[in-house]
């Protein structure tokens, strides 16, 4: 049973920056593609970037492309989501999920990560 465990999250100013983790272990997951999703007060669970399990497609939500980089080392069975420019809007639940392909559901969830963005 495949466990993944965010890290990383906290308190930032507007226009810093933030790297969060996602260990997973209790299984390989080198053959998943792993993803980051967000979940912001109030509002839903949307999907923030997705990274294929070779490491050869990135995939981002528009409110976060060109801030945003998604990484992976297989290695270390860690996925890692780089944020740059945060912006207040980013502030938010942040949760790793991984599946197998781009078509089948989501199926292991990290409990996520507080990120706040504040002066």
């Known amino acids: 049973q495949g466990q993944l465990v965010e890290s990383g999250g906290g308190l930032v100013h507007p226009g810093g920056s933030l790297r969060l983790s996602c260990a997973a272990s209790?299984?390989?997951?080198?053959?998943?593609?792993m993803g980051w999703f967000r979940q912001a007060p109030g509002k839903g669970r949307e999907f923030a970037a997705q990274?294929?399990?070779?490491?050869?497609?990135?995939d981002y939500a528009d409110s976060v492309k060109g801030r945003f980089t998604i990484s992976r080392d297989n290695a270390k069975n860690t996925v890692y989501l780089q944020m740059n420019s945060l912006k207040p809007e980013d502030t938010a639940v942040y949760y790793c999920?991984?599946?197998?392909?781009?078509?089948?559901?989501?199926?292991?969830w990290g409990q996520g990560t507080q990120v706040t963005v504040s002066s």
């Open positions: 990274i294929t399990w070779r490491g050869g497609r990135t």
């Open positions: 209790g299984r390989s997951f080198s053959t998943y593609n």
């Open positions: 999920a991984a599946r197998l392909g781009d078509y089948t559901d989501w199926t292991y």
